[in-house]
Structures are given as structure tokens and as C-alpha cells.
């Protein structure tokens, strides 16, 4: 499964789980279900008004029919997060390369160039997705986007709070000085390791979160110790309250 790598602000990398192809293709199957099953409502409710026919009464129809579809991913995307409704049922969503919010700007330019796409050269956006990589169609490319998985849904375990047993010593008094968001990347780091087994990036938090504590002790596991200092954190928070 390819991923994209995000930098935080912490300057540690964590990998974000990149939507397939087949993730996208299923998302935009719905919505096109969807444009379609509006579109029949449509033509249905004007036959339902029969009599009424005017070149007037048909720019209208027009209209009201073909603006909403022209606006849907534009719109849903800007509204919901980054998320179209098959988006939604396919859990995946838009996000800048570099981890954060797609501005308006990027949703714009993802928007125009669907329609170069999807429209005026019809396979266009799946062959530029097999050409580019990272999960990205020319749309992407130009807006600096990608469409990743959703997280799974956080649980207790997942958060920085770790039970400390009453008689635990502190190994790094310096764990204190971290955030709760440095502590969370720690987390993510190690939970992302255990799953995958990518020692590189257990290797890189390790010599980064030496480094930002002062730390030089190259012997002790990346594990041990990362998982120490997640322990020695919540054991100096737990003191606090």
C-alpha cells in the first residue's frame, strides 16, 4: 500500500495511508450514481409540468439541472472536508501533500482541471494517476493535493494517555518538556512501525527525539526507548494533576 510521507511541525515524518485506485474509482462511481439519479428526478419533474414550454421555461431547466452537477464536487469538497458523498462512504478525503487543509485555492484548481479531465478528455485523469504517482491526478498536481484513507477512529490506547503503574521511575526526566502533539507523533510512529515493520521511520523518530531531548544513548532499543519516553511523559503529566 503506497503512502505519503507528512512532516509535522515536530520535523518527524509519519506516513499517511494513500487512497488506491480503486478507492477513487468506487468514490466517484457514487457520485456519478448520484448526478444521475438527480438528473432523473429532474427530467421527471419537468414532464410533470408538461405544458409548460418555452425557450425561457427550458434555460431554466437547464439551469436548475445542470448547475448543481457542474458545482457538486467543488461544493461537497469545500462544505465537507475535503469529502464528496462517495468520498464519505468510501472513507477518504482531499489533503494538501503536506498533511494540512486544502484551501479554497486548491479546491478551485482541482475543480477546473476536472473538467479537462473528466469531460474534455475523457481518461486523462487515470492515466495521469498511473503516470504521477502519489496518489495524485493532474488536478492534484496542480492544487498540491492528494486523496488519502480516513485514520481508523481513535480509541483511549491510541491517545498520548498511557496507564503508569504508582511505583514507576522516570527514566528521561526530559519527557516532561515534550507537548502532547510531540507525544502523539511518538505514538503514531510507533503503532505505524508495529503494523508495517519500517524501521526507517522508527530510525528517524528515535535520532529526532534524541536530539530535541539531549539525549545520547545509541544502545537501548528504538522501541524501549521511544516507548520509555511516551511513559515517562505521562508519568511527569500525572504528577502535574
Given at each position: 500500500?503506497?503512502?505519503?510521507?507528512?512532516?509535522?511541525?515536530?520535523?518527524v515524518?509519519?506516513?499517511?495511508?494513500?487512497?488506491?485506485?480503486?478507492?477513487?474509482?468506487?468514490a466517484?462511481l457514487?457520485?456519478?450514481?448520484?448526478?444521475?439519479?438527480?438528473?432523473i428526478?429532474?427530467?421527471?419533474?419537468?414532464?410533470?409540468?408538461?405544458?409548460?414550454?418555452?425557450?425561457?421555461?427550458?434555460?431554466?431547466w437547464?439551469?436548475?439541472?445542470?448547475?448543481?452537477?457542474?458545482?457538486?464536487?467543488?461544493?461537497?469538497?469545500?462544505?465537507?472536508?475535503?469529502?464528496?458523498?462517495?468520498?464519505?462512504?468510501?472513507?477518504?478525503?482531499?489533503?494538501?501533500?503536506?498533511?494540512?487543509?486544502?484551501?479554497?485555492?486548491?479546491?478551485?484548481?482541482?475543480?477546473?482541471?476536472?473538467?479537462?479531465?473528466?469531460?474534455l478528455?475523457?481518461?486523462?485523469?487515470?492515466?495521469?494517476?498511473?503516470?504521477?504517482?502519489?496518489?495524485?491526478?493532474l488536478g492534484?498536481?496542480?492544487?498540491?493535493?492528494?486523496?488519502?484513507?480516513?485514520?481508523?477512529?481513535?480509541?483511549?490506547?491510541?491517545?498520548?494517555?498511557?496507564?503508569?503503574?504508582?511505583?514507576?521511575?522516570?527514566?528521561?526526566?526530559?519527557?516532561?518538556?515534550?507537548?502532547h502533539?510531540?507525544?502523539?507523533?511518538?505514538?503514531?510512529?510507533?503503532?505505524f512501525?508495529?503494523?508495517?515493520?519500517?524501521?526507517?521511520?522508527?530510525?528517524?523518530?528515535?535520532?529526532?527525539?534524541q536530539?530535541?531531548?539531549?539525549?545520547?544513548?545509541?544502545?537501548?532499543?528504538?522501541?524501549?526507548?521511544?516507548?520509555?519516553?511516551?511513559?515517562?511523559?505521562n508519568?511527569?503529566?500525572?504528577?502535574?494533576n
Amino acid at each position: 500500500m503506497e503512502n505519503i510521507h507528512i512532516q509535522t511541525t515536530q520535523n518527524v515524518r509519519i506516513d499517511q495511508e494513500l487512497a488506491t485506485l480503486g478507492d477513487r474509482t468506487l468514490a466517484y462511481l457514487i457520485d456519478t450514481l448520484i448526478m444521475v439519479v438527480w438528473l432523473i428526478i429532474m427530467i421527471e419533474l419537468r414532464d410533470s409540468f408538461g405544458s409548460v414550454y418555452s425557450m425561457e421555461a427550458d434555460i431554466v431547466w437547464l439551469f436548475v439541472l445542470l448547475l448543481p452537477m457542474s458545482l457538486y464536487h467543488l461544493l461537497f469538497e469545500i462544505l465537507a472536508n475535503g469529502q464528496s458523498i462517495g468520498k464519505m462512504v468510501m472513507k477518504i478525503r482531499v489533503i494538501r501533500t503536506d498533511g494540512s487543509q486544502p484551501t479554497l485555492g486548491n479546491f478551485l484548481i482541482r475543480w477546473l482541471m476536472r473538467i479537462v479531465e473528466f469531460t474534455l478528455f475523457r481518461g486523462l485523469a487515470l492515466l495521469a494517476f498511473l503516470i504521477i504517482g502519489k496518489g495524485q491526478r493532474l488536478g492534484d498536481l496542480f492544487a498540491g493535493t492528494t486523496v488519502v484513507r480516513l485514520r481508523r477512529r481513535i480509541s483511549l490506547q491510541d491517545t498520548v494517555v498511557t496507564e503508569v503503574d504508582s511505583s514507576y521511575k522516570p527514566t528521561y526526566p526530559q519527557a516532561q518538556y515534550l507537548s502532547h502533539r510531540d507525544v502523539e507523533v511518538i505514538k503514531e510512529t510507533l503503532s505505524f512501525y508495529k503494523k508495517t515493520k519500517n524501521y526507517l521511520v522508527l530510525a528517524e523518530a528515535f535520532v529526532k527525539v534524541q536530539e530535541v531531548l539531549g539525549i545520547e544513548d545509541k544502545s537501548i532499543p528504538h522501541v524501549q526507548f521511544l516507548e520509555t519516553i511516551v511513559k515517562d511523559f505521562n508519568y511527569y503529566m500525572s504528577k502535574e494533576n
